[in-house]
Every structure is written in structure tokens, then in C-alpha cells.
């Protein structure tokens, strides 16, 4: 019998097909299979061919030194890495086109090399020239970082082998290298995982800090399989809108730190600028009156407290179905909340058209914004605005009450920080318990939706639980 020289890859799940068929039978993804050849396998593993190693075994106690940290010089990148980078470790960073990955990164090569440690920038994407350009206009031309262009994976490590031990490597971008040893094109789920695996092995054989910057696809995923996700130590998403000068970098996998924490940057003329203040970056367009539809959400991102502003709109739908349309929320959070404004509170958005925004392109994921969007749908539709001052949090359940959440004393600092005077926010559950007090914090506490219908239906300020 012939064995098979050749698979075919589906390149946004990779799983293998013995034979090309127009849909992915595992993802279900339409014309994504592509032809790649078998790589020759090792002979198996304890058998007559070779014994294996033996293992050393130990407990699980033991007594070491933290890992040590590189800081890149850019405080809200070594936020969102947990202290810096940790020598040996992959760093996976991804993004829409244009929304300045390439950029940060040339930035914090080159705050590094400007502190004394080594720092390679290697492109597959640009000619040297073009990276020239942009280091010139970001102020950065005179530090000392070396740079090289390359796509082949050989040559890089052989690079990397000759040249002084670097503490940094930047990698632009994983999908445009490929291995000399497989025939398929750079780009594919073979050439991903393959050049991906022998940076990574070569990262921490040398104990250098490695960053590939990834392309992501339309669904705003990592291109290629979610093993390359696997196979690094941290993964950082750049959000935002190019439109926006706002830039929000998202932990979403940290091995060594938090993971969700972000890092906010402001787009200009000179690169990518830290934002110390992000809430008030946010809420900095905000006027001084109130208007009806919006709401000031006191959130929390990783362990940072963010203050941001959810705006609503309420329009007479055309006749047919009416438009549910939502920016930085989850829809179907958003119908959820509808759902149990109209059957717990009575409220009927049948025949309107509903939009609803996060201001400054932050994304919100928290079950938190529940409230503040309900007061935003609500205050939209009444047409009574919620308090300027004030600030609104808590996750709604499905039968209408609202449920407490975690760190509800950052939240009421945080919003006191920014001359905040009143809070909406879950009245304690528990037997006892109670709400931090923070000083020029009058909290409104609130059981269920019920209520803040009719405090906004009245536009009444009401009596606050610490007055």
C-alpha cells in the first residue's frame, strides 16, 4: 500500500482531511482546507529503536528566587505583562491591520536598547528602509537596536546563535516565516506551528524574551490554528478602531501574571503614547449636564478600576423587526437585559430600534455593566437623564434583581477620584453585610430593576444608603 505524501489542513481550526472537501467537517469553515506535505515522523519512542531517559522526579515544594522581570520602559505594556518581560518566555501579539502593533513594539525595542540590554527587531513584512522611516519619525533612530529583515527560520536562528546574548527579540509577524523543511506556503497552519515551535524552543534554550507579532483574521482571531495560542506564554490583543486615537491592549493569557489586564495608549503623531488615566481619557469628551441615554459605568479591567461611559439610543423602528445594534457590549447580553425590562419592570421596546455604545472604543465584557446599561436604555426611553454625578454598576439576573460584584470599594475610589458624588449600586444579599464606605460617596443601593425604573421614570435622585 502507498502512504499518503501529502494532508489537507483546515487553516482556521487545523484539523487534517485525507482528501480536499469544500467545508471543514470539524470548524464547519468553507474553503479553508489546503494541501500540505507529511512530515517525516520520528520512529517511535521506547521501542527497539532507543530507550528513553529517565525522568527525575520531586515534590511539589521547593524554594526559588521570583523570575526575573525585564521592564521595557513603557509603564502600561509592563502593566499588561505583569511586571515585564520574563527572560525565556513567548509573548503572542495580535491585532487588525494598522492599529499599531508594529509600532509598540519598535517602541519598547528601543526603550530597551536605550536602557543597555540587547534588543533585535527582525521583519518579515518591510525592507529596512521602511522600518528606518518609522523609527525616524517616532523619535527612536538614534538608540541601538538591531535590525534585520528575514522569513526563513533557519537563517534567523543561526543569527540569533552567532550574535551577543539579546534579552529581546521581536518577530514581524509569525505569519510570513517559513521552515526550509516543509513544502507548504508561509502562512499555513504547518508553517505557523512549525516556525513558531522553533523560535520558541530556541527562546528558552538561549533565555531570551521572545514577541511574535500575529495577523488576526476577520472574526478577530490569531490566523492559524488556537495551538499557536497554546504553544506561547502570554497572548495580547490590541483593540480599538483605527477611526479612534484610543488604543486598548488586552491580556488575554499571562502565565507569569494577571490575565484580562489592559493597557490603555493614545494614538499620535509620535506613536503610541501611555494613557496613566485611562477613565479620564474616557470621559474626558463627557459634558457637564446630564442627558437622557447615558450612564457612567464604574468597571473593572484585570485589577485596574476604569470608568467609561454607555450611551443609548431609542428610535422608532420601520415597520417589520426592529434593529438591535451595539458597539463594545456583548448583543446578547444586551437582549438579555431587554428581555427583563419588558417581562420584570414592564418596560416594552417592541417597535423601537435600540443602539448602544461603549464611549472611546473600550470593550466591555463584565456582567457589572448590566446596570449601567439598563440605566442607560431606560433613561433613553424615559427621556429623564441619569445624575451626572453619579455612577452605575451591578450584574441584573434573569428574574430581575440585581446581584452584587467584586471589588465594589475600587469602584467608588475610583469614581471619587474623578469628583463623582453619588453611586447606583446591588444592595448587599447577605445577612450583615454592607457596602464600603468611601468618603463623598452617597450610594444609592438598589434590590431590582423595578427600582431603577422608577427612579428614572420620576427623576428622582433619591435617599442614599451612607447619607
Not at 470593550?363 to 431606560?378: C, F, I, Q, T, Y
Request: net charge neutral; proline share 5%.
Amino acid at each position: 500500500m502507498v502512504r499518503a505524501t501529502s494532508r489537507f489542513v483546515c487553516q482556521t481550526c487545523g484539523a487534517e482531511a485525507p482528501k480536499w472537501t469544500g467545508r471543514c467537517e470539524s470548524c464547519g469553515a468553507w474553503n479553508t482546507l489546503v494541501e500540505e506535505a507529511i512530515e517525516a515522523r520520528p520512529k517511535a519512542l521506547g521501542g527497539k529503536s532507543g530507550k528513553g531517559r529517565a525522568l527525575p522526579f520531586v515534590g511539589l515544594r521547593g524554594e526559588r528566587a521570583p523570575a526575573p522581570r525585564l521592564s521595557v520602559g513603557i509603564a502600561e505594556l509592563d502593566r499588561v505583562l505583569g511586571g515585564g518581560l520574563v527572560a525565556g518566555s513567548a509573548v503572542l501579539v495580535g491585532g487588525d491591520p494598522g492599529i499599531g502593533k508594529s509600532t509598540l513594539l519598535l517602541q519598547a525595542a528601543a526603550r530597551v536598547a536605550a536602557s543597555g540590554h540587547g534588543a533585535i527587531y527582525i521583519s518579515g513584512e518591510e525592507a529596512i528602509d521602511q522600518v528606518r522611516l518609522r523609527a525616524e519619525r517616532l523619535g527612536i533612530a538614534a538608540e541601538p537596536v538591531k535590525l534585520a529583515v528575514a522569513t526563513q527560520v533557519g537563517d534567523i536562528a543561526a543569527s540569533l546563535a552567532d550574535e551577543a546574548l539579546p534579552e529581546l527579540v521581536v518577530i514581524d509577524s509569525i505569519q510570513t516565516l517559513f521552515v526550509e523543511t516543509l513544502d507548504s506556503a508561509p502562512g499555513t497552519v504547518a508553517q505557523v506551528r512549525a516556525s513558531a515551535h522553533e523560535l520558541i524552543r530556541l527562546a528558552k534554550r538561549r533565555g531570551f524574551a521572545l514577541v511574535l507579532i500575529g495577523h488576526v483574521t476577520k472574526e478577530g482571531l490569531i490566523a492559524g490554528p488556537r495551538v499557536l495560542e497554546h504553544m506561547v506564554d502570554t497572548v495580547l490583543y490590541f483593540e480599538g478602531e483605527r477611526t479612534h486615537r484610543f488604543r486598548i491592549l488586552r491580556a488575554v493569557k499571562n502565565r507569569f501574571g494577571p490575565a484580562d489586564e489592559i493597557g490603555v495608549f493614545a494614538m499620535g503623531d509620535e506613536g503610541l503614547a501611555e494613557v496613566p488615566n485611562p477613565s479620564a481619557l474616557f470621559l474626558s469628551e463627557r459634558g457637564p449636564d446630564a442627558s437622557p441615554g447615558a450612564s457612567v459605568f464604574a468597571g473593572i479591567e484585570g485589577t485596574r478600576p476604569v470608568l467609561v461611559e454607555i450611551q443609548s439610543l431609542i428610535a422608532p423602528a420601520q415597520p417589520g423587526t426592529p434593529r438591535r445594534a451595539v458597539v463594545g457590549w456583548d448583543a446578547g447580553r444586551l437582549a438579555m437585559v431587554l428581555a427583563v425590562l419588558e417581562a420584570r419592570a414592564g418596560i416594552s421596546f417592541a417597535g423601537q430600534d435600540v443602539y448602544l455604545n461603549v464611549a472611546g472604543g473600550l470593550r466591555v465584557a463584565e456582567p457589572a455593566a448590566d446596570l449601567a446599561a439598563a440605566a442607560a436604555l431606560v433613561s433613553s426611553l424615559a427621556g429623564t437623564a441619569v445624575p451626572a454625578d453619579a455612577v452605575v454598576f451591578g450584574e441584573i439576573g434573569l428574574s430581575g434583581e440585581i446581584r452584587p460584584v467584586a471589588h465594589t470599594e475600587a469602584r467608588l475610589k475610583e469614581a471619587a477620584k474623578l469628583g463623582f458624588k453619588r453611586a447606583l449600586a446591588p444592595a448587599p444579599h447577605r445577612a450583615g453585610a454592607a457596602i464600603p464606605r468611601v468618603a463623598d460617596i452617597a450610594v444609592r443601593e438598589l434590590r431590582h430593576v423595578t427600582e431603577l425604573v422608577a427612579l428614572l421614570a420620576r427623576g428622582d435622585k433619591g435617599r442614599s444608603a451612607h447619607a
